[in-house]
């Protein structure tokens, strides 16, 4: 797993390339925590190049959601495709986490807003 970090006006994008899995998780779980303070407004978490999330993936995205929500940030899943997008369907992410086809159509969005 591959971890990119940017930043686009006051949006943190971080991208994750690879399988965010049980194996992956424990030796960026520091990592993670870190990143959820510099959030200053709103994280977008792009899986557009990941090919595999595990309930260890779930489960951290749901307490990186958990960091920033309680810092009243907000936190975007972009690119979700295969087998990642049919989990958090499966497990109904999208009713609390927004998502997004991708950072075009975030940015889009809040041009129009």
Excluded: W
């Excluded at 958990?66 to 940030?73: C, E, F, L, Y």
Aim: hydrophobic residues 40%.
């Amino acid at each position: 797993m591959v971890i990119k970090k940017t930043m686009f006006n006051s949006h943190l994008i971080l991208s994750v390339e690879g399988h965010f899995t049980a194996a992956n998780i424990v030796s960026v779980r520091k990592t993670f925590e870190e990143i959820t303070l510099e959030v200053d407004n709103t994280l977008l978490f792009d899986l557009s190049k990941t090919q595999h999330i595990d309930s260890s993936g779930i489960g951290m995205l749901v307490y990186i959601y958990k960091r920033i929500k309680r810092r009243r940030r907000t936190m975007v899943l972009l690119g979700l495709h295969g087998q990642p997008q049919r989990l958090c369907n499966k497990l109904h992410i999208g009713r609390f986490i927004q998502c997004m086809d991708s950072q075009e159509s975030f940015f889009k969005q809040q041009d129009l807003s």
